[in-house]
């Protein structure tokens, strides 16, 4: 067993999960300084977004909402690293508990809620790291305000570009978390298609000369009709990419009591359970799509194979969060390293 497995099982699952991650992060921004960008992930370039990742695996949003820990998470190893959920406005998120470790299945429920501290103060937290000389790729992950009602939610959606898309390499509109009430409602085609061309616009004003990519982020409980819609929708209005898939409400197949899932109650639930299902909506969008545009392959990867098979189920970029959590701070290395052997033996 692997240092990082012992710590794990004896020590961190004795501790509120939230409070770990906390601690956790902390810990990874503390270091920064010391590893600086010296930690040895082989080259393995993507061309993506008009962009040159480093390789293709990414840390996926909801881990640094607030754009604290972009450095030490890099210096881990993640050729890039998405920021947020951003919403327009500040709000504390929904009542702990709320994230929860389901170790059976190594996977995670969180109805977190969009904790974070809005916009505004996340754009002047970005623009100081952009002065400081910040160069690791940067997706900036958007959403909506929990108490703007849907029929202003494009307003909502506009603040937060506004401010932050000038320091993104890449924008992400999130319509699929759970946790907010009545966000999901937005991957419906003839809602989405209005609120993406809200967000285009906005950006193009804040970057007229510089063209921010801009990907949508859907779930994984989507139809498959409806995610075909999605990736019609995206041909058509010129969209740069989707990330494939959030966390989904489904509890099917789950080696946990059903006592326990039921304790837990509501949430998002991401890790393991979703490798499938993920992988099999990436195939989907690509067969659809064609080659050209860019999807990001997240949920449920956890090891190199899970890794390979979705980039040949059609994934240019590839994101972790659960993994990391489970696996410890050496698995963004072990996953690339992994990826690249596999390439030097396809070659």
Known sequence: MRPYDVLFEQALTRFDPERIHHAAFRAIRAAAPVTGRTVRVPSAPVRALGLTFPHPLGLAAGFDKNAVGIDGLAALGFGHVEVGTVTGEAQPGNPTPRLFRLPDDRAIVNRMGFNNDGAEVVA????????????????????????????????????????????????????????????????????????????????????????????????????????LAVADLALATGLDGIIATNTTISRDG????????EEIGAGGLSGRPLTQRSEDVVRLLRERVGPDLTLVGVGGITTVDDARRRLAAGADLLQGYTAFVYEGPLWPQRIVKGIVRGLATDG
């Open 254 to 261: 789950l080696a946990t009591s059903t006592s326990r899932v």
């Open 124 to 227: 002047r937290r970005l623009a100081a790291w952009r002065a400081g000389g910040g160069s690791t790729i940067l997706g900036v992950n958007i959403g909506k305000t929990k108490v703007v009602p849907e029929e202003e939610a494009a307003r909502d959606y506009e603040k937060s570009t506004g401010l932050l898309a000038r320091y993104a390499d890449y924008l992400v509109v999130n319509v699929s978390s759970p946790n907010t009430p009545g966000l999901r409602d937005l991957q419906a085609v003839e809602k989405l298609e209005p609120l993406l061309q809200a967000v285009r616009r906005r950006a193009d004003e804040v970057r007229p000369d510089d063209r921010v990519p801009l990907l949508v982020k859907i779930a994984p409980d989507l139809s498959d009709d409806d995610v």
